[in-house]
């Protein structure tokens, strides 16, 4: 495999400077037909990357704003933790609504999430102690919790608990995904609060014959696993998904080096740059199409490669981290997308 350089610039949308819900969702669902152990299948990839600001949580941030708009306080406005695309979506929706936003974050959010945060005018609060889980997310928590005990007039979003956060994805990526893939396969969908994953259960159960798999990492507290160190931002949790466990449905660990190099395999394989949550849908969707579980897995695709150029993407940071790239063994012989067929 050669080397990838941030230079490359991995297939990303232009996306729009402003928000618009007119331009949220319709995103695309690409194929890719792949030789792997001498059969051949399909792995389909809905990329989110397309949404407005770039990723599903642009989906969760309008249902969220939705849920607190009517007990804002223009002045004071309202709160979240995030680990980078949720904040990048309610700073520009907070933006179009002239509403004060406050994003808390923590060293591992990517740097493009934390400009494009600022240039939609939130404001920062960056919490550095690490929560003992093996991220910070506990730390984040305790902050927004100490900021709203301290005004009371500042509104907690709270995508954590939050029921519009699922019903985001049950009303929306739900329906749109069933469009586009049919009512009948499989469908990989990465869990960080499990509202995602809740949501497209909820509509599956309801709509589909869809066999919803939750794929988590190997250190991840969000499907009541046993924590530990993660090096990868955008999936897993410091705690127990509120919206979803590991006995609700089929589930999936997958290892964080595995996700990472099938990120770097997707972009050369294919030109088609994806973040590491996406990683590891494709490690597990591979798993279940070399074992014969199925010749088809479409995976729920949350985000692009432009917050990962300066870690999963950079040899530099690999290099920093001791990661030795361990590459899926498939042959991808031909991609399709969507308006192409």
Not at 284 to 291: E, G, H, I, S, T
């Amino acid at each position: 495999m050669g080397k990838f350089m941030a230079s490359d610039n991995p297939v990303q949308l232009a996306r729009p400077v402003r928000y618009s819900r007119l331009l949220l969702g319709a995103t695309p669902v690409v194929t890719l037909t792949l030789a792997l152990r001498g059969r051949e299948v399909r792995l389909r990839l809905k990329l989110e990357s397309f949404n407005p600001c770039g990723s599903i949580k642009d989906r969760a941030a309008e249902s969220l704003f939705d849920s607190v708009k009517e007990s804002l306080d223009t002045d004071v406005g309202f709160i979240e933790s995030t680990s980078g695309n949720l904040g990048v979506a309610l700073a520009a929706i907070a933006e179009a609504h002239r509403v004060p936003f406050t994003a808390v974050i923590d060293p591992r959010t990517p740097r493009p999430a934390i400009h494009a945060m600022r240039r939609f005018g939130a404001r920062i609060h960056l919490v550095r102690e690490p929560d003992g889980e093996g991220g910070y997310l506990l730390s984040r928590l305790q902050a927004v919790r100490a900021a709203v005990e301290a005004d009371p007039r500042l509104v907690w979003t709270n995508q954590y608990e939050n029921p519009a956060n699922p019903l985001a994805h049950e009303r929306s990526t739900g329906p749109e995904l069933a469009e586009q893939i049919g009512r009948d396969g499989f469908v990989a969908v990465p869990v960080s609060t499990g509202g995602t994953l809740a949501g497209l259960r909820a509509y599956a159960a309801r709509e589909t014959s869809w066999s919803v798999v939750g794929v988590d990492v190997f250190g991840s507290r969000a499907l009541r696993h046993e924590s530990g160190r993660r090096i990868l931002p955008g999936i897993g949790s410091s705690r127990a998904s509120s919206f979803i466990s590991a006995e609700d449905g089929p589930t999936r660990l997958v290892d964080s080096i595995a996700a990472l190099s099938a990120c770097l395999w997707l972009v050369e394989r294919s030109g088609i740059g994806v973040g590491a949550s996406s990683g590891a849908l494709i490690v597990a969707a591979l798993d279940m199409l070399a074992q014969g579980e199925a010749d088809e897995v479409t995976c729920v695709c949350p985000d692009g490669a432009s917050n990962y150029l300066d870690t999963v993407y950079s040899e530099t940071w690999r290099a920093r981290e001791g990661i030795d790239l361990v590459l899926p063994h498939a042959e991808v012989l031909r991609v399709d997308w969507e308006d192409e067929r």
